[in-house]
């Protein structure tokens, strides 16, 4: 089968009233992010556009780490204002051209952190975004091309990441996807034990 590109994948259907729910909530919390979850494993089961069923590949349930609430922060926005690209190697070697976006900054860990948040150069929607990551677990306890968050931008200088939420590319599960990997300034050095976890394929 022809080689897909892959860009960007948002799976989950956001569940309205997610974002309003504080970690404090603690079983309505864990209740939403079970639901989101369980949405993308339905997708990559059941849908026509699920690489599982585009290659004919046999489903195995992807795992995840067990949620934990620490996980979900609030970031600030900062806007880049002048017109800067970086170009991404992807999982089958083709580079990929992106604007630099904006950057969210937070705090996890008890550390300063930021992440590159991407849009695709010349393609897509206003508001499609592209933010991926790599964290001290990526190789061994999560996929080794790192990560993606769907990322919320709009008029508010906050957004929230939760890593409870962070899944995989496409080419963590079938090798005929090219999927970007993340920027070198968005590897993370601490441990992001939250998530979707490296894929073990058990056929």
């Known amino acids: 089968m022809k080689k897909q590109h892959w860009i960007i994948f948002i799976p989950i259907l956001i569940v309205i009233g997610y974002l309003f729910f504080s970690p404090e909530d603690d079983a309505s919390y864990r209740e939403l992010v079970n639901k989101e979850i369980d949405s993308r494993k339905k997708f990559l089961e059941f849908n026509e556009q ?68 991407l849009k695709p150069a010349g393609l897509g929607a206003a508001n499609v975004f592209f933010c991926a990551f790599a964290d001290a677990t990526s190789g061994t306890l999560t996929y080794g091309g790192g990560r993606y968050l769907d990322v919320t931008l709009g008029k508010s200088q906050k957004t929230t990441l939760d890593f409870n939420l962070a899944y995989n590319p496409y080419c963590a ?25 490296i894929f073990k394929n058990t056929h």
């Open 50 to 117: 699920s690489p599982f069923r585009l290659f004919n590949e046999p489903y195995t349930t992807p795992s995840y780490f067990e949620i934990d609430p620490s996980y979900k922060v609030t970031a600030t926005i900062e806007k880049i204002n002048e017109r800067q690209f970086v170009t991404l190697e992807t999982s089958t070697g083709e580079p990929e051209r992106y604007l630099k976006y904006a950057y969210l900054v937070f705090n996890l860990q008890s550390q300063p952190l930021r992440l590159l948040v």
């Open 173 to 197: 599960y079938v090798s005929g996807y090219s999927c970007p990997l993340p920027p070198p300034e968005n590897t993370l050095p601490i441990s992001i034990l939250a998530g979707e976890k």
